[in-house]
C-alpha cells in the first residue's frame, strides 16, 4: 500500500510538473500560480504604434526567452535592429539595464518596457531586473504643424549661385526668408549667423536618433517663443524624406549634411522639388578634411545667408583652434597612443567601429590617437565609406592605450531647467576580457556626446582628445574654457547645455 500511495504522489508531481511546463497551460496575464513558469505578454508604445512582446519564465522568475510579435511596424533596418538583437542581450544578462541601440532609442525603449510590462503580468517588480522607466513614443511631446503659422515670404530682390560640398551649382533666389533641415543640429550652424531668427524662419527639420525636433524645442522655446507651431517634421532618423510635408512648408532652401547619408535621400526628390523651386544644398560635416569642413560650411551658409562677416568671424575663431593643433604637430609623431573607437556597443553586442577616414575616427586622427581599426578598414570600402565591427579578439589583442565611445549612453542637448540628462553607464566594461585592457585598468575609457563629430563643436572634441592623449603638451590648453568662449560669443545659450564628455571613473564612482 505504501508502495502504491508512493507512485501516485509521483506521478501526482510529474503531472503538475508537466501541466506548469505545457504552454497551453501558461498562466495568464494577472494570475499567479505557486511559481513564475510560463508565457505573459506586454506592450508599450513604439515608434509606429505599440510593440507586443511574449516573455518566457521559469519557475524561479529567469527569461528564458523574448519573442517580439511581427506586427510591430518599426522602420526597417532601423527599428528592426533593436527587435533583432535586444531579446538575446536581455535573456544573456537576465537584466533591462541595457542601452537600446542607438539609432532607434525609442524602439529599444519600448522593448524594454513591454518586456518590463510581461514580467509585471508575472506578479514580478520590473526593478529587480534594472528596469527604469524612461520615455516612450507616447510620454514624447508632440507638435501640431500650424499652416497658418509659418513665416511670411520676403519679395526676391536678388539670387545667387552657390557651389556646395559636392560641388553642385545650385541656383537660389534671395534673400533666404524660410529654411528646411535635414536634423535640428544642423541649425547650430546657423545660429552663429542669424541669432533667434535661425529659429523664426525655420520651417521643417528631419528627426535623429536622440529625438532632436523634441530636444531642441525644450531648449530653446523659452528663449525664442513657440517656433515649433510652424516646423514640419520631415523625415524619421536616416530614413527618406515627406516629400508631401516638404511641399506643404514650402522652404526656400533645403540644407542637408550627408552624416547618415541623409544626401542620398535628398537627391531621390530632388526632381520634385525642384520643379516647385525648392533647392537642396548639400553640407558635410565632418567631411573628408575634419579640420575644414566647418569652416567650409560656415563659409557657404555665410553666403546663403548674406552673413558673410559674420561667417567670417566664427570660421576665424574655430581655424584658430585647429591651428594650435597643428603647432603640436601630432602627426608626427612615432609615440602615438593607440585608441579603440567604438559607437552604440553594450556588454553583449559590439558596436560599429570607424577608421581615421571617417565620423569619429578623424576626430581621434586629429587629436594624434593611432587607431586601431586602420590596420583592418583604411584600404577597405567599409572604412572609406562607413563604419564596421572589429573582432572581439582583435580588440583584446591590440590592447589600446585609450578606449572612445559615442552613442551609448551620452546626450545631446538635454542639460537644461527641469531635465534630467542622459549620463553613459559605460556597460561595455562588463565585457569578457576588457578589465585586463591597459585602458581599463589604467581608467583611460571616455564617451563623448555622439553628436559632436557631426557638429560646429567639433573643435572641442578634437582638442579635449588631444589633452587626454598628451597631457603634458596641452597642459596649458583649457578646451573647456575655448568651448565657454564660443558659446558665449556665438550661440545663444551655455555650454553646459550638453555633458559632452565622460570618464567611466567618474560616472561609476
Not at 516573455?55 to 506586427?71: N, Q
Not at 589604467?442 to 567639433?458: C, K, M, N, P, W
Amino acid at each position: 500500500m505504501r508502495k502504491i500511495a508512493s507512485i501516485f504522489i509521483v506521478l501526482l508531481l510529474i503531472a503538475a510538473m508537466f501541466a506548469g511546463c505545457s504552454p497551453g497551460m501558461a498562466p495568464k496575464n494577472g494570475e499567479k500560480t505557486a511559481g513564475y513558469a510560463g508565457t505573459y505578454r506586454g506592450s508599450a508604445p513604439g515608434y509606429h504604434g505599440d510593440i507586443g512582446v511574449e516573455v518566457t519564465l521559469d519557475e524561479e522568475g529567469r527569461i528564458l526567452s523574448i519573442d517580439i510579435d511581427r506586427d510591430h511596424g518599426e522602420t526597417p533596418e532601423i527599428g528592426t535592429v533593436p527587435i533583432e538583437k535586444m531579446p538575446a542581450a536581455i535573456v544573456s544578462s537576465q537584466s533591462l539595464d541595457i542601452d537600446a541601440i542607438s539609432g532607434a532609442t525609442v524602439t529599444g525603449d519600448a522593448i524594454l518596457a513591454a518586456v518590463a510590462d510581461a514580467l509585471a503580468s508575472a506578479g514580478l517588480d520590473p526593478a529587480t531586473y534594472g528596469y527604469e522607466r524612461g520615455e516612450t513614443a507616447k510620454d514624447k511631446e508632440s507638435y501640431v504643424l500650424d499652416i497658418d503659422s509659418l513665416p511670411a515670404k520676403e519679395p526676391v530682390t536678388g539670387s545667387l549661385v552657390v557651389e556646395d560640398v559636392k560641388g553642385r551649382k545650385v541656383a537660389l533666389d534671395l534673400p533666404i526668408s524660410t529654411y528646411a533641415v535635414s536634423t535640428m543640429d544642423v541649425v547650430d550652424f546657423i545660429i552663429p549667423l542669424l541669432g533667434e531668427d535661425a529659429f523664426h524662419r525655420l520651417v521643417g527639420s528631419g528627426q535623429d536618433g536622440g529625438g532632436g525636433l523634441q530636444g531642441y524645442a525644450r531648449v530653446y522655446t523659452p528663449l525664442v517663443g513657440d517656433y515649433m507651431k510652424h516646423v514640419g517634421q520631415i523625415s524619421d532618423h536616416n530614413a527618406p524624406f515627406d516629400l508631401e510635408m516638404i511641399l506643404a512648408v514650402d522652404p526656400d532652401l533645403l540644407i542637408v549634411n550627408s552624416a547618415m547619408g541623409a544626401h542620398r535621400y535628398a537627391l531621390e526628390i530632388e526632381p520634385q522639388l525642384t520643379a516647385v523651386g525648392i533647392p537642396i544644398v548639400l553640407i558635410d560635416v565632418p567631411g573628408e578634411s575634419f579640420t575644414t569642413s566647418v569652416q567650409d560650411t560656415l563659409k557657404l551658409l555665410g553666403e546663403i545667408f548674406q552673413k558673410e562677416a559674420r561667417a567670417s568671424e566664427v570660421r576665424s575663431f574655430i581655424d584658430d583652434q585647429y591651428a594650435l593643433l597643428a603647432s603640436k604637430k601630432l602627426a608626427r609623431r612615432s609615440d602615438k597612443p593607440t585608441v579603440y573607437y567604438e559607437k552604440s556597443g553594450y556588454s553583449e553586442i559590439f558596436g560599429s567601429t570607424s577608421s581615421s577616414q571617417t565620423g569619429w575616427g578623424t576626430v581621434i586622427a586629429a587629436a594624434g590617437g593611432e587607431n586601431i581599426a586602420d590596420p583592418i578598414l583604411l584600404d577597405t570600402a567599409a572604412g572609406k565609406g562607413g563604419g564596421n565591427t572589429l573582432d572581439p579578439e582583435y580588440v583584446l589583442e591590440a590592447d589600446p592605450d585609450f578606449i572612445i565611445l559615442s552613442g551609448s549612453g551620452a546626450g545631446w542637448m538635454d542639460n537644461f531647467a527641469g531635465s534630467t540628462p542622459s549620463v553613459p553607464k559605460f556597460d561595455i566594461l562588463k565585457r569578457t576580457g576588457w578589465n585586463r585592457l591597459k585602458a581599463v585598468q589604467g581608467d583611460q575609457v571616455y564617451e563623448l556626446a555622439h553628436a559632436t563629430s557631426r557638429s560646429i563643436f567639433g573643435f572641442y572634441a578634437a582638442l579635449k582628445l588631444a589633452g587626454i592623449f598628451y597631457p603634458d603638451e596641452f597642459k596649458g590648453v583649457d578646451a573647456d574654457a575655448i568651448m565657454d568662449e564660443f558659446f558665449d560669443r556665438f550661440m545663444l545659450v551655455d555650454s553646459d547645455i550638453t555633458g559632452w564628455i565622460y570618464r567611466s571613473s567618474e560616472v561609476l564612482k
